[in-house]
């Protein structure tokens, strides 16, 4: 998951069509381990596209996924984006909670030093 971190949402401000390596590399990762989401998330990835699957883990965080149609040469492509204000209140939270987490670590240093 760390190639779709905060750096790539980041970088990645046009959005992505679900055929960029970051995201093929976690979908093959998350069709491996399928068993295992199917426990853990009760996502079944057996008939999901690459962006399906990463719709679906966001959505377990409770960040969405905008879908738009863009013209190519091709034809028209879906292309998807995270609302960037939304994902910064996500990003916000998990922070304050990693604070919080390593100060109460911490404070069990001081309180129990021989455990």
Excluded at 49 to 56: D, K, L, R, Y
Excluded at 72 to 84: A, K
Aim: proline fraction near 1%.
């Amino acid at each position: 998951m760390t190639d779709f971190g905060r750096r790539h949402v980041e970088e990645t401000k046009a959005g992505w069509t679900g055929e960029e390596d970051a995201i093929v590399k976690l979908c093959d990762l998350v069709r491996a381990c399928k068993h295992d989401i199917k426990m853990y998330l009760n996502i079944r990835v057996d008939d999901l596209s690459n962006m399906q699957i990463v719709g679906e883990l966001l959505q377990q965080v409770g960040v969405k996924l905008r879908c738009t149609k863009r013209r190519t040469s091709e034809g028209r492509q879906n292309v998807y984006t995270i609302d960037l204000e939304e994902y910064a209140k996500f990003m916000a939270i998990l922070e304050q909670r990693s604070s919080a987490v390593s100060d109460s670590q911490e404070l069990s240093k001081v309180v129990y030093p021989l455990v």
